[in-house]
């Protein structure tokens, strides 16, 4: 089925540095740095859209109306922990923006989200909010996430992933279609576990190498 709300970031330096992520014998240290230069590159496709003004500058030659950037302020909301990777690449390239978190892990039995931390901006309803994690598996995560973003006051969202699977955005837009997804590659389908196949395997556990 269609996703009519789905980018797919297929740039060259995305999908080159998404491979070397995919790779088994990346190490914790390189995986977390290239984790961080994908997240930068996503951004810009995440930001293509902000609103611009002019406004009057004055160079070392001359003054003239020149862009700059207008409207609502940002949020980063990373869903803990594997959305750190991914936050610490954006929150380079929007360093003004005002960070979230929001603490999810996935039962094994169940495959459902439980939530044990949950702290963002008190105006968040004033700003656009780009939520990142790096997979969108079965996507019940992503769900409960943008339920409590909605739930705090936000009205504008856009959620990036590394990598997400077709169930996953079935579900994650059955649930929330008025959300963007933006997302490096969409893979072939989930295994009997509610991994991604083919994935890059666990990503919070490949970022701190820790299981």
């Given at each position: 089925?269609?996703?009519?709300?789905?980018?797919?970031?297929d740039?060259?330096?995305?999908?080159?540095?998404?491979?070397?992520?995919?790779?088994?014998?990346?190490?914790?240290?390189?995986?977390?740095?290239?984790?961080?230069?994908?997240?930068?590159l996503?951004?810009?496709?995440?930001?293509?859209?902000?609103p611009l003004?002019?406004?009057p500058?004055?160079?070392?030659?001359?003054?003239?109306?020149?862009?700059?950037?207008?409207?609502?302020?940002?949020?980063?909301?990373?869903?803990?922990?594997?959305?750190?990777?991914?936050?610490d690449?954006?929150?380079?390239?929007?360093?003004?923006?005002?960070?979230?978190?929001?603490?999810?892990?996935?039962?094994?039995?169940?495959?459902?989200p439980?939530?044990?931390f949950?702290?963002?901006?008190?105006?968040?309803?004033e700003?656009m909010?780009?939520?990142?994690?790096?997979?969108?598996?079965?996507?019940?995560?992503?769900?409960a996430?943008?339920?409590?973003?909605?739930?705090?006051?936000?009205?504008s969202?856009?959620?990036a992933?590394?990598?997400?699977?077709?169930?996953?955005l079935?579900t994650?837009?059955?649930a929330?279609?008025?959300?963007?997804?933006?997302?490096?590659?969409?893979?072939?389908?989930?295994?009997?576990?509610?991994?991604?196949?083919?994935g890059?395997?666990?990503?919070?556990?490949?970022?701190?190498?820790t299981?």
């Amino acid at each position: 089925m269609p996703i009519p709300t789905l980018t797919v970031i297929d740039h060259p330096l995305v999908q080159h540095k998404l491979t070397l992520l995919r790779r088994r014998e990346t190490p914790t240290a390189r995986f977390h740095e290239v984790m961080r230069e994908v997240s930068q590159l996503m951004g810009y496709e995440l930001t293509r859209d902000l609103p611009l003004e002019d406004r009057p500058v004055e160079t070392p030659l001359a003054s003239f109306d020149a862009p700059l950037l207008t409207g609502k302020k940002l949020c980063l909301v990373s869903i803990l922990r594997a959305g750190q990777g991914l936050l610490d690449g954006m929150r380079t390239l929007l360093p003004s923006a005002r960070i979230g978190h929001i603490g999810l892990y996935r039962d094994q039995e169940t495959l459902t989200p439980v939530e044990y931390f949950f702290k963002v901006p008190e105006d968040i309803e004033e700003r656009m909010v780009i939520l990142v994690d790096p997979m969108l598996a079965t996507g019940h995560t992503a769900v409960a996430a943008v339920h409590r973003l909605k739930d705090a006051g936000a009205a504008s969202i856009k959620l990036a992933v590394l990598v997400a699977a077709p169930e996953g955005l079935r579900t994650f837009h059955d649930a929330h279609p008025d959300v963007p997804v933006f997302t490096a590659a969409v893979d072939e389908r989930l295994d009997e576990n509610g991994y991604i196949l083919p994935g890059l395997g666990d990503a919070g556990d490949r970022l701190y190498g820790t299981r």
